[in-house]
């Protein structure tokens, strides 16, 4: 199993972004996943989260302005960031866990980050 983050770049303040966390291989249906930052000199947080079943929950710093959704179909999570601020700036990761199409395994991996600048 692979995830696989995109979306990252450069906005201006006020400007939105999309980021994309795609898994690929064996897979029966995410069932898991989030959205976390890392900016220069700061531990990774988590922005997003969202469980099967559950409601997403949002870092303060995000909530009203940051969406976390996913496509089954594509077997893909997304971030849409709205209203993006300069404080926003850091890389993204994305983290996911998988049920796996054998049916009684779960996997629990990371993304590679993309780069989010947010200028103002």
């Known amino acids: 199993v692979q995830l696989q983050a995109s979306g990252g770049g450069l906005v201006q303040a006020g400007g939105s972004l999309r980021l994309s966390c795609a898994a690929s291989g064996s897979i029966a249906s995410i069932f898991a996943a989030g959205w976390y930052r890392q900016a220069p000199g700061k531990q990774r947080e988590l922005v997003a989260g969202?469980?099967?079943?559950?409601?997403?929950n949002y870092a303060d710093s995000v909530k009203g302005r940051f969406t976390i959704s996913r496509d089954n179909a594509k077997n893909t999570v997304y971030l849409q960031m709205n209203s993006l601020k300069p404080e926003d700036t850091a890389v993204y990761y994305c983290?996911?866990?998988?049920?796996?199409?054998?049916?009684?395994?779960?996997?629990?991996?990371w993304g590679q980050g993309t780069l989010v600048t947010v200028s103002s």
């Open positions: 969202w469980r099967s079943g559950l409601s997403a």
């Open positions: 983290n996911a866990t998988i049920l796996l199409s054998s049916g009684n395994c779960y996997y629990t991996g």
